[in-house]
């Protein structure tokens, strides 16, 4: 038993975390761009601390990042090195619409992606697009509220309707919104929103994310009615929640994190709001405002595909049962004892990536698509310049073990698998440009010194060997 001949494997990117180059060609400002680094980013990517333009006493990495802009010809380059069969990026909004709400694209955003795509086929690299990967004009933002919203909707579906007319030749496979989920976690980086004095929250955020569910539907049915070989997936942060004990009281907590997340996935795959969903959120006083239309939209217009990231699992203790916190992929849960953990303190766990495989499978019944997985770790070249990353090499080997034996033993439906990120690049959490991930180096910086230059890592190598073998060399 293997791996199925045609498996996608490759690896992901997005727009803000690369690119750079946001003041050119007439691309506008969007959320990500205004993201600082630095102690103040948490406030500002999670909504607390309202900053809508950027100011001289802080660095935005986006600006520059590490010029993909420019180096999209080597970088695309340097995956065909490597055997890439796919390779999953996003488009900038601000790039084709850099306000927003434009009647025109912009020539000058389509021309860049279209680049990008002509070099991927030369190559039979398959783009995967995420169409928002944390991206939203600021444009937006300040005449609407971001996805707070329903006018967002409409926005969202003509920067849809462009890309499929635009791109119907290079791209099938389409992600509506990276990680839905977030929306939860970081409100502003997610979704544009940037809270007022007094406003509730929570119903905020559910108020938006019905807002994307319904606009995710509706790019589905016209991704269909555009090109029926394209194929869209939603995309969460996914990532099992263990209790932290056996008590039932762990167990329910677990249970409730993991609906928490499923939710966007219950609604994107089965086409309507879980009964868990409807109950609590009634039940605070909080189900999102819907039109008429809005449930037979979920319902008639399901994704084609699961897609999610997995960095690591989540351990979850009831209140007062104890347990020290863990970081991880901006949600917060105890540390489970079990584990080890990566310099940034995530947890480190490739059998949760199988359990998880099996978990949504199970619950789906539907193809899935790993997205992002990867270890971010500060790489240093030694006295030679090479970049011995063994580490990541580990961490990518026994998850990828793990994804397998889910496809081989398990019998889990699986599309492909692409690794965060190929190519180092900005940290969405952090800002850090030393949080790296990449098989390839980038020279740049901390303190954003450094000549750009691409170095391949040893993993660089071992991943070429993987893509090869179709997951059969692992060594
Ligand atoms: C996910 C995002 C990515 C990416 C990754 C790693 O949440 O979809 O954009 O950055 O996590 O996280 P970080 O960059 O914070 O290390």
Redesign the pocket.
């Known amino acids: 038993m293997s791996l199925p001949e045609n498996f996608l494997w490759g690896g992901a990117s997005?727009a803000n975390?690369c690119e750079g180059g946001i003041f050119e060609d007439g691309r506008g400002l969007a959320n990500v761009d205004v993201c600082p680094s630095g102690a103040d980013r948490k406030d500002v990517i999670t909504g607390r601390r309202k900053m809508l333009e950027m100011d001289a006493a802080h660095q935005y990495p986006a600006v520059e990042a590490v010029d993909f802009y420019h180096h999209f010809r080597e970088d695309i380059g340097l995956l065909a090195q490597m055997g890439f069969k796919v390779y999953r990026m996003s488009v900038a909004w601000t790039r084709i619409f850099p306000n927003g709400d434009e009647e025109e694209p912009n020539e000058a955003g389509l021309r860049f992606y279209e680049e990008v795509f002509k070099e991927c086929s030369k190559y039979g690299i398959q783009p995967l697009v995420t169409i928002s990967?944390?991206d939203c004009p600021i444009g937006l933002i300040r005449k609407y509220g971001g996805w707070k919203s329903r006018k967002m909707i409409d926005f969202y579906l003509k920067l849809c309707k462009t890309l499929f007319i635009r791109y119907k030749d290079y791209v099938v496979y389409w992600l509506n919104f990276?990680?839905i989920n977030?929306i939860l976690h970081a409100p502003f980086m997610g979704a544009g929103i940037c809270f007022e004095e007094g406003e509730d929250e929570e119903a905020v955020k559910y108020q938006a994310a019905h807002h994307e569910l319904v606009a995710g539907a509706l790019a589905v049915k016209l991704a269909h009615e555009v090109n029926p070989e394209n194929k869209v997936g939603c995309m969460f942060?996914a990532g099992s929640a263990y209790p932290y004990t056996c008590h039932p009281q762990d167990v329910w907590e677990a249970l409730v994190t993991d609906q928490e997340n499923y939710f966007f996935v219950d609604v994107q795959a089965r086409g309507y709001y879980p009964s868990y969903a409807k109950k609590r959120l009634a039940g605070r006083g909080i189900l999102p405002v819907m039109e008429t239309g809005d449930e037979e939209i979920l319902r008639c217009y399901p994704v084609d595909f699961i897609s999610f990231?997995y960095?690591n699992s989540r351990c979850i203790a009831a209140p007062g049962n104890g347990g020290e916190e863990a970081e991880g992929?901006?949600f917060k849960s105890a540390r489970n004892p079990y584990l080890k953990f990566s310099e940034?303190g995530w947890p480190i766990d490739p059998l949760g990536l199988r359990i998880t495989l099996n978990q949504v499978y199970d619950r789906y019944q539907k193809p899935l698509f790993i997205v992002?997985n990867?270890l971010?770790a500060a790489d240093t070249p030694d006295e030679k310049g090479e970049i011995n990353d063994c580490y990541r090499i580990d961490y990518l080997r026994e998850h990828i073990r793990a994804m397998k034996e889910a496809v081989e033993q398990d019998g889990v439906d699986l599309i492909g698998y692409t690794s965060?990120?190929p190519i180092d690049?900005?940290?969405?959490?952090?800002g850090e440009m030393k949080?790296r991930?990449g098989f390839v180096y980038v020279d740049k910086q901390e303190d954003g010194s450094g000549t750009l230059s691409r170095w391949k890592k040893r993993s660089f190598y071992w991943y070429k060997k993987v893509i090869e073998t179709n997951g059969e060399d692992l060594k």
């Not at 690049?425 to 952090?430: R, V």
């Open positions: 997005a975390q990967h944390f990276n990680e977030m942060a990231s960095y992929n901006l940034w992002e990867g971010g965060w990120a690049l900005i940290s969405a959490g952090s949080k991930y």
